[in-house]
């Protein structure tokens, strides 16, 4: 008689340990600038060693570098795993409908103490004589057996549920891969933002060490104050200090990149891609989420683990109807191989469930207790699905708008230090000014970046909340090639 195999409570068991998503902050440039990031933990944050690579500076691309860690991420490899331990699990639910069939092949030498059991004692009030030891004789032996669970309805509901866990499995391995492809291309940009505000802070150096120069010259002439010339040096180190420490997070970023796709972390790294703000089609919010329910891998895997409780409550059920099995064995037994003969065996079982004690209409409940939370977590995953588009959604609007705002400002905060910088030539303004200039134009040259980065970041979340991550990933960023 077969028994339903219980499933585990929560069906997201099986999802890879970690996660990655994307998040708003606030940016430390500017207090009213929201900077997303991108967040990957627990196994997504490592990987295994990929093809060996060429000596010297490698040259990475977004595409390259997303298929660098669709091979080699940890979050893909243990995803891979967990659902080859669910396809041997299906294999051995498929195993129990078919018949177990084992072949042996003995010899046997014995002798048998007739006195210990009592054979003398009987023969003698019989009035016959037994003899008090038999043997040794021997035989061989040379059979086929046969067990088959031929009739379990039980059975066949287990192979079904494991079926259903299988198609659940790969569904979430695909939904892996999206995960994977939203951390490499979110760390990707989020390295490029990182190199682009290297290479702003380089410039306030210059301006900062320009500013000195000139407070410094008209020291000597004696057209400036000390005072004048002593701010503008704290200026030049404070933008220094700021390069060393972007220069030194960019370092790090780097390493933690190429850990993320498999490779040496000491590998000399040139990231191809640029920020680019490019014109977008509007996306419906109706179709965003039409899409997302229909694409979303996980949601499918969620579903699926819900039809896989409820074949399992099937299954329990079932364990109250009769069960019709098989055994038997067919061979050859005799003293000698030469002089042996056939023998068998074949029975046939019709099981009827009687009484058990409860224990079924247990299964039963817990299998039904599964399955509630089975269905809670497939509308809670809708819901979070429908979350991910709108936040998506409103991630991309409000990134459009920043860097629509943040290049007219940047253009308006370069002509500004031009204007104060000829009238620091002129003599006509101090260096208090120049430094406020400077700032503002560092801080729109940041928010600029910022806009930038947050506006491709929200493009490949939306892809990700979507469900076309690793299909669409190269029309993400057409016009960003250089």
Do not use: C
């Not at 997201?12 to 990655?20: D, L």
């Amino acid at each position: 008689m077969g028994q339903a195999v219980q499933l585990p409570a929560s069906g997201r068991t099986m999802q890879t340990p970690g996660t990655v998503n994307s998040q708003q902050t606030t940016s430390g440039v500017s207090n009213s600038v929201l900077q997303p990031s991108i967040t990957v933990t627990g196994n997504y944050q490592g990987s295994v060693p990929g093809t060996p690579i060429p000596a010297g500076p490698l040259r990475l691309s977004l595409p390259d570098a997303v298929k660098r860690g669709l091979q080699t991420n940890l979050g893909i490899v243990t995803s891979g795993v967990s659902s080859s331990i669910v396809r041997a699990q299906r294999a051995q639910a498929l195993s129990q409908l078919f018949p177990q069939i084992t072949a042996s092949i003995g010899a046997t030498e014995t002798q048998i103490n007739l006195a210990a059991y009592g054979l003398n004692t009987l023969g003698a009030s019989l009035g016959v004589n037994f003899p008090s030891i038999v043997g040794p004789f021997q035989y061989v032996q040379a059979q086929g057996n046969l067990n088959w669970n031929a009739l379990s309805v039980t059975n066949v509901r287990n192979y079904q549920v494991a079926n259903t866990v299988d198609h659940a499995s790969r569904l979430s391995e695909r939904d892996t891969r999206e995960l994977v492809v939203l951390a490499v291309g979110g760390t990707y940009l989020q390295i490029l933002s990182a190199s682009a505000r290297i290479d702003a802070q380089r410039v306030q150096v210059k301006y900062a060490q320009a500013t000195y120069d000139r407070a410094n010259t008209q020291l000597s002439a004696g057209t400036n104050t000390r005072v004048d010339m002593t701010r503008s040096l704290v200026q030049l180190q404070s933008e220094q200090e700021r390069l060393l420490a972007l220069e030194g997070d960019y370092q790090q970023q780097k390493i933690a990149f190429a850990r993320l796709i498999g490779l040496p972390q000491d590998a000399e790294l040139i990231f191809t891609e640029q920020l680019g703000s490019t014109d977008l089609q509007p996306v419906e919010e109706a179709d965003a989420l039409h899409a997302a329910l229909l694409h979303r891998w996980d949601l499918q895997s969620a579903e699926a683990q819900m039809h896989a409780a409820e074949q399992t409550v099937s299954a329990a059920r079932s364990e109250r109807l009769p069960s019709l099995s098989f055994n038997g064995y067919y061979g050859a037994m005799g003293p000698r191989p030469t002089d042996s003969h056939g023998v068998f065996v074949a029975s046939g079982t019709l099981s009827v469930p009687v009484f058990d004690g409860g224990k079924i209409s247990a299964d039963v409940q817990q299998a039904r207790a599964t399955l509630r939370q089975r269905q809670a977590e497939y509308e809670d995953q809708k819901a979070k699905v429908e979350q991910d588009v709108r936040n998506a959604l409103i991630q991309l609007r409000t990134a459009l708008g920043q860097v629509k705002l943040a290049e007219s400002n940047r253009q308006y905060a370069r002509e500004t230090l031009t204007q104060v910088n000829d009238r620091f030539d002129a003599g006509v303004t101090n260096t208090v000014e120049v430094v406020q200039a400077q700032q503002q134009e560092a801080a729109a040259e940041n928010d600029y970046i910022s806009g930038l980065y947050a506006m491709n970041l929200a493009r490949l979340t939306l892809a990700r909340a979507i469900g076309d991550a690793e299909t669409e990933l190269s029309s993400l960023f057409p016009g960003d090639k250089h």
